[in-house]
């Protein structure tokens, strides 16, 4: 069993920058592929990040948001640059063991959820 818990959602300005933070707890955190998906108002969620030895982005998010992880502090983290509106959603921490699964889309614990809002 994996526990992530989200922090660092906020409401922003347009043109903002935002870091999101995920802690987990359980198995061995180094073990796993980590992630980040988001879900906004009225559509279904969607993959934004992960990583492991590498990362992987939506093409959406390339060049503006940077994924990193601390194995030290069982963390992951999302720098948000560069924001825009399309960005408001909720930002759901993830994990899997199998990196190439979660780009995917396949997720084996989900975090609670942390709520970005960008305003325009």
């Known amino acids: 069993q994996v526990q992530l818990v989200e922090s660092g959602g906020g409401l922003v300005q347009a043109g903002d920058s935002l870091r999101l933070s995920c802690a987990a707890s359980?198995?061995?955190?180094?073990?796993?592929?980590m992630g980040w998906f988001r879900q906004a108002p009225g559509k279904e969620r969607e993959f934004v990040a992960a990583?492991?030895?590498?990362?992987y982005y939506a093409d959406s998010v390339k060049g503006r948001f940077t994924i990193s992880r601390d194995n030290a502090k069982n963390t992951v983290y999302l720098q948000m640059n560069s924001l825009k509106s399309e960005d408001t959603a909720v930002y759901y921490c993830?994990?899997?063991?199998?990196?190439?699964?979660?780009?995917?889309?396949?997720?084996?614990?989900w975090g609670q959820g942390t709520q970005v809002t960008v305003s325009s």
């Open positions: 993830a994990a899997h063991f199998n990196f190439a699964a979660m780009v995917r889309g396949f997720v084996g614990y």
């Open positions: 359980g198995r061995t955190f180094s073990n796993y592929a």
């Open positions: 990583i492991n030895r590498s990362s």
